[in-house]
């Protein structure tokens, strides 16, 4: 696939969620070949199931991130233990490493972050994605990249009925993008908010 056509395929069934209510009922991912190979692969060998981290894995922690009185629990982030700081600045939350800012992660109604979608897809074409859906009808997860010629944007966006979290990160290597992609994957924020039935 190329950038254009992961970046079309994108859009098409964000939107297809966000104006419509469908989502895929499966995982759905796209990769464009200038993002595989900034992770050392070729395009058909790359799929975001590789970051996946299926049991309890050294230098890695779920961290608890409180909202207080905004939201009736806690959400946890997988996060690298030494990413260990958590910098509530204006209407965001920033994870930090030392002094070096790791990501910037806002909670939002889902309403207003519908409104302003059209602001996120100007911001440069996506060159990646993988969707889960996490339980029916409320909670996804979408991460994507979008590639700058120094730089790889990423962007997740975890959603529940009405409130949705997005984390904005950056990378500028293959290390430093292999453990951002590591932890928006392994991240499932609302999982204490899940009912089972």
Known sequence: MTQTTVHSYFQQILRDWV?????????????APSLAMKLGMAQDKFTF????HSSQTPDWCLRPLDYGNTLKGTLYLY???HWSDFQKVDNATQVTDGNAIRQTIYLLDKAEWQKNLPDFFRQGDVSGFVYYLISAPDFHQWICCVEEPTKVWLFAFYTAEDKILITKADANDQSSLELQLT????SNPWYGFVRTN
Do not use: H, K, Q
């Open 19 to 31: 104006e419509n209510g469908r989502f895929p009922d499966t995982t759905v991912e796209a990769c």
């Open 49 to 52: 199931d590789n970051f996946i």
């Open 79 to 81: 996060l690298p233990t």
């Open 183 to 186: 932890s928006l994957i392994n």
